[in-house]
């Protein structure tokens, strides 16, 4: 692992600092599903006025998401834009059913299973265009293990279907009779 010299370890931290509850070690281990609750509520920001909650992405190791620090912090804001003219679109009427086929086969419920790609609007007015998306809506309930686990198939589906570098996102949604 890279040395950085100007960064503070965990254990230099703890070497100063008492912990208030349970002791923290610099090996201890997270799950590859647990998101803080930062992330949770405002992964995505912007994409409506009242933005669904995270319940776990596939590229959470991958790609952190970081919290802002300082009291004058951006809160970057995303759009959802479709996912025309990728790999995905050929193979959606093979892999669309097969990706139904593992929650139904894992007993995990769901509103909706979508397709996207997400821009990020950053700062300065530069805007990033993410990967390829399988979008999973599910009840609030749903526990993310389950979601990495569905999503580890899923993955694996696309992948052999020639889509590369996609990402599996479940966000909370429920449907709701009108």
């Known amino acids: 692992m890279e040395e950085h010299p100007n960064l503070t370890t965990l254990t230099d931290l703890n070497d100063h600092y008492k912990p208030l509850s349970s002791p923290v070690s610099p090996t201890t281990a997270v799950a590859p599903y647990d998101l803080s609750d930062w992330e949770r509520t405002t992964y995505y920001h912007g994409i409506s006025r009242d ?19 300082g009291s004058h912090h951006h ?6 834009h479709g996912v025309f003219g990728t790999p995905l679109n050929p193979v959606w009427h093979t892999v669309g059913p ?30 990033s265009l993410g990967p390829i998306v399988i979008w999973i809506s599910a009840p ?8 990495h686990d569905a999503s580890q198939d899923i993955l694996a589906i696309l992948e052999s279907n020639g889509v590369k570098g996609a990402v599996v996102e479940w966000c909370e949604g429920v449907v709701v009779r009108l």
Not at 99 to 127: M, P, Q, W, Y
């Open 98 to 127: 097969q990706i139904c086929g593992v929650l139904k086969a894992r007993n995990i419920r769901f509103s909706s299973i979508d397709t996207a790609r997400f821009v990020t609007h950053g700062e300065d007015n530069k805007d």
């Open 75 to 80: 809160l970057p804001t995303k759009s959802i």
């Open 51 to 69: 933005p669904p909650k995270l319940i776990y992405r596939s590229d959470l190791l991958d790609n952190p998401f970081p919290k802002p620090v």
């Open 140 to 147: 609030p309930n749903t526990a993310a293990k389950d979601a």
